[in-house]
């Protein structure tokens, strides 16, 4: 029995979509910050303040990998550990003011870029995938 139609389209959105996470990763990273320090930065962002153990959850490093690099951007002070309100005993990660501005300078860069990559492709092709902005969206919250 063959393929269908939609499953050929899955497994072709999923190959370019596979590869755009690849070409994001390897291109344009600074050299002050590795591709753990930005993603980690990103999530407590777009999260707030979590434990160190979440935090290496989510980013998949483990605890003591998370712990070094919790360390090293409390030391560069792009992040700060803080009190657990809910738990006296726990500490919380939390993204400082000089990290918030280190990861929108980044976003702005990385826009910029971005945008000169998308303006080499031609009218239609940059139609196509402004048309599918909302459909990545839905896909990546619902993710979530």
């Excluded at 999923?14 to 590795?34: G, K, M, N, Q, Y």
């Excluded at 501005?101 to 080499?120: G, H, K, N, P």
């Amino acid at each position: 029995m063959g393929a269908t139609r939609e499953t050929v389209q899955n497994v072709d959105v999923a190959h370019a979509l596979e590869a755009l996470v690849t070409w994001l990763r390897d291109s344009r990273e600074p050299a002050d910050l590795s591709k753990s320090a930005l993603s980690a930065l990103s999530r407590l962002d777009a999260l707030g303040p979590l434990r160190i153990t979440d935090l290496a959850e989510r980013e998949g490093l483990t605890q003591p990998g998370m712990t070094t690099l919790v360390n090293r951007l409390v030391d560069g002070g792009l992040a700060e550990r803080r009190a657990d309100p809910g738990d006296g005993r726990a500490v919380l990660v939390a993204l400082t003011q000089d990290g918030l501005a280190r990861l929108t300078d980044y976003r702005v860069t990385r826009t910029r870029f971005i945008s000169a990559r998308l303006e080499q492709l031609d009218p239609e092709s940059r139609s196509a995938l402004a048309d599918a902005v909302p459909a990545l969206r839905r896909f990546v919250e619902e993710e979530h």
